[in-house]
T-cell receptor, first 114, second 109 residues
Framework: DVKVTQSSRYLVKRTGEKVFLECVQDMDHENMFWYRQDPGLGLRLIYFSYDVKMKEKGDIPEGYSVSREKKERFSLILESASTNQTSMYLC?????????????FGSGTQLSVL | DAKTTQPPSMDCAEGRAANLPCNHSTISGNEYVYWYRQIHSQGPQYIIHGLKNNETNEMASLIITEDRKSSTLILPHATLRDTAVYYCIVRVASNNLFFGTGTRLTVIP
């Protein structure tokens, strides 16, 4: 089975800190995604990547950046964390074999910014 | 992209079929219907997807109306482990799925 691993299950950071959320997948998937999930708002797409060193903005990219230096790893970066970035962050990956490939998700990182 | 409407919550007795409805009246001809679910404290999990024909796999069946304006996800014999939030998503392809708030299904013993 595909495994998508997020480096931390829980993270507490202070306002203004630079935060790195790491995601690694082990199935050689081309596509990787970062979502955030907030109560009442569902999952919202932040950034995604179709290939190494490529990135595309999702629906809510403001305040975030990403890095895809290796195919298996997709990092989400909060340059200067703010309290409104307190959220559950979910990473996902999928194959590019077809247009309707399944997304496989990690278990999420609950980030609290104080 | 077409918007979907789902009831916020539903209950189902264990062992009975769970029928989860989804309205997508503005769906366009090339948009697919996807279903995912999210069990508490886990990431979402793919269930099934379809365009216009009914689909079935080992997890569920997807029934899409002839006019494609609504669909129903059927879990034929619900178990306690099926308690989750179920998301109905309409999209051209799976590379940018919008997850709304879904339906919280509670399977009751």
């Amino acid at each position: 089975d595909v495994k998508v691993t997020q480096s931390s299950r829980y993270l507490v950071k202070r306002t203004g800190e630079k935060v790195f959320l790491e995601c690694v997948q082990d199935m050689d998937h081309e596509n990787m995604f970062w979502y955030r999930q907030d109560p009442g708002l569902g999952l919202r797409l932040i950034y995604f990547s179709y290939d190494v060193k490529m990135k595309e903005k999702g629906d809510i990219p403001e305040g975030y950046s990403v890095s895809r230096e290796k195919k298996e790893r997709f990092s989400l970066i909060l340059e200067s964390a703010s309290t409104n970035q307190t959220s559950m962050y979910l990473c996902a990956s999928s194959s590019s074999a077809g247009s309707h490939e399944k997304l496989f998700f990690g278990s999420g990182t609950q980030l609290s910014v104080l | 992209d077409a918007k979907t409407t789902q009831p916020p919550s539903m209950d189902c007795a264990e062992g009975r079929a769970a029928n989860l409805p989804c309205n997508h009246s503005t769906i366009s001809g090339n948009e697919y219907v996807y279903w995912y679910r999210q069990i508490h404290s886990q990431g979402p999990q793919y269930i099934i997807h379809g365009l216009k024909n009914n689909e079935t796999n080992e997890m569920a069946s997807l029934i899409i109306t002839e006019d494609r304006k609504s669909s129903t996800l059927i879990l034929p014999h619900a178990t306690l482990r099926d308690t989750a939030v179920y998301y109905c998503i309409v999209r051209v392809a799976s590379n940018n799925l919008f997850f709304g708030t879904g339906t919280r299904l509670t399977v009751i013993p």
